[in-house]
């Protein structure tokens, strides 16, 4: 076998050209299957080269734990090259198709907003889908989760009533019916309840395994008893006896209502916690007893659909080891890698949203400053060590885009597009083509031509063609970013022969150099009297959206999140010394003593957009 290919791949000329065979699920007799239109299989996947852009603290055990920018069937088809069949659990929270557009409030730092204009609300994600394109992007994910998991790997998906039916069944194709474990029940209160239906008070959180043996650490996760419970149950800590619960155990000879003798309990180990309590109650898959986050829970970061780390502890607890890898392909505020590596755990995150890179390195690096702070760097009682170090990279340079939802009008602008009010099919036309904006929070695929295919005026074509034989009946610009490679090809062919059609693809990650899509932030840094000085900094954007409010700022540090400093810059990768990550209500500090072993300074200065500002100082 060729060097540069790996097992379930097929020989390329490079490692960057790789490609990935993927196993195909089994067909189901018997069962239901779901179909959806335009459901297709997902045969094989490219590996996607990462750039390395940030790294905070330092290896344990030769491991750094990582963080990735940019579309998770990427990062994922980017990890089968190293983590293919190695990693013990994944945890996913996507979005519900809810319809919505989930926001954040932006407030200044040590001053509150309190205006109700919409414009500083800032767009973190969009879960508004079209037709059936849910179900495959899902259905894409969760095969490629299938080859990365351990054969003892678990994975637990998170939805609610709109679609834990449909997930189910598409779970059910991919990892087998017989490797179904629970739904989880995740019980809440809070908000209004409907008058003309049952209020909706839980989520579902679908447990399945990858294999018939599975890690699940059942003893780590029981209840303690209360006193009513020990008094219930006779419970007695110290050579007590133990009423057996429940119904009578199968093949003995002890009914379910005799007390059980500690001699008893040696000489049928089997049977062990089985039935009764001894250190707590076994875990139900009902929970009621961990509660949403709220205004003042001390560790909300104010991302959208923040989930509480309790819920993340237990089932980190049940489903991992101590060094076991945990991966979140839909990482949002970063609590399952928050919970990780307080728990030991090593740990693999992703988003497509800059805003949910930037409040997951705070949130770790606020993390890892404490455990040093308290001198902990393994779990308590045990010699496990806790790895308190990340990494953050981009996949296929996926960073044009700060906010994904604003991409279309952003796009627009920069390929000077005439916008089209009078169809919901195209976008707007230039030089002569229709363009079509592709979704920009993956990369398009065929299933995305289908608005397209049903939109096309058939009959006008008839006509164009009758009237110029030679020149095309339809010019179509796709832009995306990234693509599948036959995207255009597939287009013309569903169309049909008859038709002479010119489709141009865009894309943007190749084609990104000629085009603007932001404004670039400013700021007045030097170096005094042996003093890092940020004197001003202008976050054009930001301000942008804060002049339409009316916002008085009235010092350039209430618009920064964080600063970063690297005092030894190597010209590639940002490792800071300094990681300035001030409280809600406080302020970075803007002045930072130079060591005198410094080199190439740099600073990333970051606003609350999650926008950052990178320059560098050559000072003596």
């Not at 008058?195 to 043996?213: A, C, N, P, Q």
């Not at 976008?427 to 979704?439: L, N, Q, R, S, T």
Request: proline share 5%; charged share 25%.
């Amino acid at each position: 076998m060729p060097q540069n290919t790996l097992p379930g791949t097929m020989p390329q000329q490079n490692v960057e050209q790789i490609t990935f065979d993927l196993p195909q699920p089994e067909p189901i007799k018997g069962f239901p299957e779901l179909r959806w239109t335009g459901k297709r299989p997902f045969t094989s996947t490219h590996y996607y080269p990462a750039q390395l852009k940030e790294r905070y603290g330092d290896p344990v055990d030769g491991w750094m734990n990582r963080i990735y920018w940019g579309d998770n069937l990427q990062v994922m088809s980017h990890l089968l090259k190293e983590f293919r069949g190695k990693v013990d659990l994944v945890y996913i929270d996507p979005p519900f198709d809810s319809r919505v557009d989930y926001k954040k409030i932006i407030t200044l730092h040590g001053k509150s907003t309190t205006s109700d204009n919409m414009a500083f609300e800032e767009k973190q994600y969009t879960d508004i889908w079209s037709n059936d394109e849910y179900l495959q992007f899902i259905y894409n994910r969760l095969i490629l989760i299938r080859e990365i998991l351990s054969e003892k790997g678990s994975v637990y998906f998170h939805c609610d009533y709109r679609l834990d039916s449909y997930v189910r069944i598409i779970m059910d194709e991919i990892f087998g019916r017989s490797h179904f474990q629970n739904i989880i029940s995740w019980c809440y209160t809070g908000g209004g309840v409907s008058k003309t239906s049952y209020g909706r008070r839980h989520d579902s959180i679908l447990y399945y395994t990858k294999s018939s043996e599975w890690i699940f650490n059942w003893k780590d996760i029981m209840s303690p008893l209360s006193e009513e419970q020990k008094e219930r149950y006779r419970y007695k800590d110290e050579n007590g006896y133990y009423r057996l619960m429940g119904r009578s155990l199968k093949g003995s000879p002890i009914s379910s209502a005799r007390d059980v003798s500690p001699e008893w309990e040696k000489s049928h180990p089997e049977l062990v916690y089985r039935y009764y309590m001894k250190d707590g109650t076994l875990c139900l898959d009902y929970w009621t007893d961990i509660y949403q986050l709220n205004q003042v829970s001390k560790d909300r970061t104010g991302y959208p659909t923040q989930k509480p780390e309790e819920l993340l502890e237990r089932i980190i607890l049940a489903s991992s080891n101590p060094g076991s890898i945990v991966l979140d392909c839909f990482m949002g505020s970063g609590t399952t890698q928050a919970v990780a590596m307080k728990l030991g755990r090593r740990f693999i995150g992703a988003d497509i949203n800059l805003g949910a890179i930037q409040t997951a390195t705070k949130r770790l690096n606020r993390i890892i400053d404490e455990l040093k702070e308290q001198g902990q760097f393994s779990l308590p009682g045990t010699n496990k060590k806790l790895y308190l170090n990340f990494e953050v990279y981009n996949v296929n340079h996926y960073d044009v885009f700060r906010n994904p939802v604003q991409a279309r009008e952003l796009l627009l602008q920069a390929l000077e597009v005439e916008p089209l009010e009078s169809t919901d099919v195209f976008d707007g036309m230039k030089d002569g083509y229709k363009v079509k904006i592709m979704p920009v929070n993956r990369i398009a695929t065929r299933a995305d031509l289908n608005p397209i295919l049903s939109g096309i005026n058939y009959p006008e074509m008839d006509k164009r063609m009758a009237a110029s034989p030679g020149s095309p009946a339809e010019r179509i610009m796709l832009v995306c970013m990234g693509h599948e490679p036959d995207l255009a090809a597939s287009l013309k062919m569903e169309i049909g022969d008859q038709y002479r059609v010119d489709v141009q693809v865009v894309d943007i990650l190749r084609d990104r150099k000629d085009l603007a899509f932001k404004y670039d932030s400013e700021a007045d840094i030097a170096v005094e009297d042996g003093e890092l000085v940020i004197r001003q900094f202008y976050p054009r954007n930001l301000l942008q959206k804060l002049s339409m409010l009316d916002e008085n700022v009235e010092d350039w540090r209430q618009l920064v999140e964080t600063v970063a400093i690297d005092w030894n810059y190597n010209g590639e990768v940002l490792q800071p010394a300094v990681y300035d990550n001030p409280g809600k209500n406080e302020l970075v500090q803007g002045r930072y003593k130079v060591p005198g072993d410094h080199g190439r300074i740099r600073v990333k200065i970051t606003d609350l957009l999650s926008e950052s500002l990178e320059t560098t100082l050559e000072a003596e």
